[in-house]
C-alpha cells in the first residue's frame, strides 16, 4: 500500500477495461485520481466505485479544448498533476482492418483517437506537470507519463493496418516525448506499455474481427500464447502502477511488454 500516496493521477479511457483497472490499482495505492471519460455513465460508475478522491471528468481525448479543460479542473481541484496515462483508445471502426478494404475514414477515426489523443496529453500533460516551473527552474516538478500501446506497435498486425500503426506511433513519440522532457531537465519520465491477449471488451473486439468466430480466434491466439494464458487487465494495470511509481525513477523512453512472451518468439 502506498506506492503512490498522495500523487495526483489522471487515467483516460478509465470506464472499461485496462483503463479501470489502472485507475483502481492507483487509487488503491493512494493517488488522488480523475477518471477521464467520454462515456459519462461508465466514467461516473468507476468513481463511484472507487469513491474516496477519485472523481469523474467527461472528456475527448481528440479535441484540445478538452485536455485544457481537464487539465484546469484536476489542478482547481488537487494542484499539479504527477500521473498521466494515456489510455483511451479505439481498435477499428469496421469488421475488417486489411489494407485493400481499410477505407481513409477508418484510418483517420482510428489515428485521430490513438495517435492525435496520446500526442495532446503528453503535450498537455507536460505543460501541466510543470505549471509551477518544473525542475528545470528549480522548483518540485516532474511526473510521470505511460501511454498506452500495444505489442501491434512492436509487430506486422496485417489484420489490423490502421491500429497497428497507430500504436506504433505511440511507442515512437513516447520515446521523443521521454527525450525531450529528460534532456530539458523536467523530471518528467515517460513510458509505453505494450499489452498482447488481455481478457477485455476490445480483446473480444480483436477476436470478432474479420470472421467474427470469437471463440475460435480466442483458442488461436492463445495458441500463440507461451505461457498459455490470456493476461488480465490487472496485469497490465500493475505494470502501468510500476512506471507510475517512484520505483521507476530511472526509467524513462522504455517500452514494457506485458504478452505472456508472445513476442519474444
Not at 513519440?173 to 499489452?195: E, F
Amino acid at each position: 500500500m502506498g506506492r503512490v500516496e498522495g500523487k495526483v493521477a489522471i487515467v483516460s479511457g478509465a470506464g472499461t477495461g485496462i483503463g479501470r483497472a489502472a485507475a483502481t490499482r492507483l487509487a488503491e495505492e493512494g493517488a488522488l485520481v480523475t477518471i477521464a471519460e467520454f462515456d459519462a455513465e461508465a466514467g461516473q460508475a468507476v468513481a463511484d466505485a472507487l469513491g474516496g478522491d477519485a472523481v469523474f471528468m467527461q472528456h475527448d481525448v481528440r479535441d484540445e479544448a478538452s485536455w485544457q479543460s481537464l487539465m484546469d479542473g484536476v489542478a482547481k481541484r488537487h494542484g499539479r498533476p504527477d500521473i498521466l496515462i494515456n489510455n483511451a483508445g479505439i481498435l477499428a471502426t469496421e469488421n475488417n482492418q486489411h489494407l485493400a478494404v481499410t477505407d481513409l475514414e477508418q484510418w483517420r477515426a482510428v489515428q485521430t483517437v490513438n495517435v492525435e489523443g496520446v500526442f495532446l496529453g503528453c503535450k498537455y500533460g507536460v505543460a501541466a506537470m510543470t505549471a509551477d516551473g518544473g525542475r528545470a527552474k528549480g522548483g518540485d516538478g516532474g511526473g510521470a507519463i505511460v501511454n498506452m500501446s500495444s505489442i501491434a506497435g512492436l509487430v506486422a498486425t496485417s489484420h489490423l493496418v490502421a491500429y497497428g500503426a497507430s500504436k506504433g506511433a505511440v511507442r515512437q513519440l513516447t520515446k521523443s516525448v521521454a527525450i525531450d522532457c529528460a534532456r530539458k531537465g523536467l523530471g518528467i519520465r515517460c513510458n509505453s506499455v505494450h499489452p498482447g491477449v488481455i481478457v477485455t471488451n476490445m480483446g473480444n473486439q480483436v477476436m470478432g474481427m474479420g470472421n467474427g468466430d470469437v471463440e475460435a480466434n480466442w483458442k488461436a491466439r492463445l495458441d500463440l500464447v507461451p505461457m498459455g494464458e490470456p493476461g488480465q487487465a490487472v496485469d497490465v494495470a500493475n505494470c502501468i502502477l510500476f512506471l507510475a511509481s517512484d520505483e521507476a525513477r530511472h526509467v524513462t523512453g522504455a517500452e514494457l511488454v506485458v504478452d505472456g512472451g508472445m513476442t519474444a518468439v
